[in-house]
């Protein structure tokens, strides 16, 4: 059994959805977890649960966008749990108000956003715990993509798409340059989750798009955080600069 005992992650977004499981299984097998969001009480409820459930956990809000918060929050969740982060899952994302919408119907002024968050708010961490990470030869980065990154779809994610492909070509470049110091950078390329039906839609709507998955449901956290602890152990050491598709059979390629 993979034991992560002795490490200290953390979880950017991770105070719901995919992110709150992430940080749920990261410390159910012995991680010290930061669980970031950019809403506190989201952090808090998130850090609270794993701490009921005996695990060790600190709230860390900050805004991923903002480097030098970033960097005051990692310097901060790093004093309170008494190490440096050596296991960092990029999970935070999409923009709060994300809605669909086509290329042409939209300002440019709407296309910094999805940039803004997808690329360079997973840059920002990163730049904010890889140096401790080299010195100690032991790190891994997570980056939490999607299917939009890798397939065109007509649903009006394009920005959306384009920011996720952005960062998978980032993780490539940087697993290369890191591969040499025991760091491992890799990306999970997302389906569609549980919350991807509106609240309120209809129970047959849901039921409708689980059905277009081949599996037959939609993702669930449960079903995304025991692939972020595998790709965050010891046994993962050989598995870098990849980008893996965990979508109940959406996308085989
Ligand atoms: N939900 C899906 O169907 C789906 C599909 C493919 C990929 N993904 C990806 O999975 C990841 C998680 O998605 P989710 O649906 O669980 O998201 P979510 O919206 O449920 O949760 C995201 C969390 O990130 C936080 N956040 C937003 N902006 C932030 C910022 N600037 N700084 C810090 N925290 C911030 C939010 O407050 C929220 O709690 C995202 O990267 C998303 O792109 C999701």
Request: aromatic fraction near 4%; charged fraction near 15%; hydrophobic fraction near 45%.
């Amino acid at each position: 059994m993979i034991d992560l005992t002795g490490r200290t992650a953390m979880v950017t977004g991770g105070g719901r959805g995919a992110g709150a499981g992430i940080a749920e299984a990261l410390a159910e097998r012995g991680a010290a977890v930061a669980v970031n969001d950019i809403v506190a009480a989201r952090a808090e409820s998130t850090a609270a649960s794993i701490i009921t459930n005996g695990g060790r956990a600190i709230a860390a809000p900050f805004d991923i966008t903002d480097l030098s918060a970033v960097q005051d929050g990692v310097e901060t969740a790093s004093q309170q749990l008494g190490a440096d982060i050596d296991i960092l899952v990029n999970n935070a994302g999409p923009p709060a108000d994300m809605r669909p919408a086509l290329f042409r119907d939209m300002d440019p002024a709407e296309w910094t956003e999805f940039v803004d968050i997808n690329l360079y708010g997973s840059m920002n961490c990163i730049r904010a715990v890889v140096d401790p990470m080299v010195d100690a030869g032991w790190g891994r980065i997570v980056q939490i993509s999607s299917g939009a990154g890798r397939t065109g779809i007509a649903f009006g994610v394009s920005l959306y798409g384009a920011s996720k492909s952005a960062i998978e070509g980032f993780v490539r470049h940087l697993s290369q340059e890191l591969a040499p110091t025991g760091v491992t950078v890799n990306a999970l390329a997302l389906g569609m989750l549980f919350n991807a039906v509106p609240d309120g839609a209809p129970d047959d709507a849901v039921a409708a798009l689980g059905a277009m998955v081949p599996v037959g449901r939609l993702g669930q956290p449960s079903d995304i955080g025991p692939a972020v602890v595998y790709l965050a152990s010891d046994e993962a050491s050989w598995m870098t600069g990849q980008t893996i598709n965990l979508n109940g059979g959406s996308t085989t390629l």
